[in-house]
């Protein structure tokens, strides 16, 4: 499924960014706090770790252009794209429907074997937790 990051209007895969590296998709909201204490721990985590991020927005309320305001506003510099609704249907059928509550913290790792698991559900993660799990 191709996405689209809101800031650069650039399309890309998880596919594509997974055979390079570890990918963490984070499901989330602007309004969810939760979110931006685990987006900061991912900042750090970055500068211990070779992956990719991708925090992906579900709530079907949101616009990518305040997404984007967000995203620049709180210095994140990974990707960031809007779910529509095939995706939001694909990942409550894989992962169950707590990965769309965006306050659980949802983290979803895609490693470079093409294995996929959600982390950390219902927690959030410390740079260094973050950093061991991308890594192993």
Same mark, same amino acid.
């Given at each position: ?6 800031? #650069?209007?650039?399309?890309? #895969? ?18 969810? #706090? ?7 721990? $991912? ?13 992906? +927005? ?23 794209? $809007?779910? +529509?609704?095939?995706? $939001? ?9 707590? $990965? ?37």
């Amino acid at each position: 499924m191709v996405l689209r990051d809101v800031r #650069t209007g650039a399309e890309f #895969t998880i596919g594509e960014l997974a055979a390079r590296r570890p990918v963490l998709l984070e499901t989330m909201a602007i309004w969810c #706090t939760n979110c931006r204490g685990q987006q900061h721990q $991912v900042v750090d985590a970055h500068g211990l770790a070779e992956f990719d991020s991708i925090s992906l +927005d579900v709530d079907p309320n949101e616009r990518a252009d305040d997404l984007a305001e967000y995203a620049d506003r709180e210095g994140f510099d990974w990707r960031f794209a $809007v779910a +529509d609704t095939d995706l $939001v249907r694909m990942l409550r059928d894989r992962f169950g429907t707590a $990965v769309l509550n965006p306050p659980s913290m949802p983290k979803i790792l895609f490693r470079t074997d093409g294995s996929v698991e959600l982390i950390g559900l219902g927690e959030q993660l410390s740079a260094l937790d973050l950093a061991a799990v991308v890594s192993g």
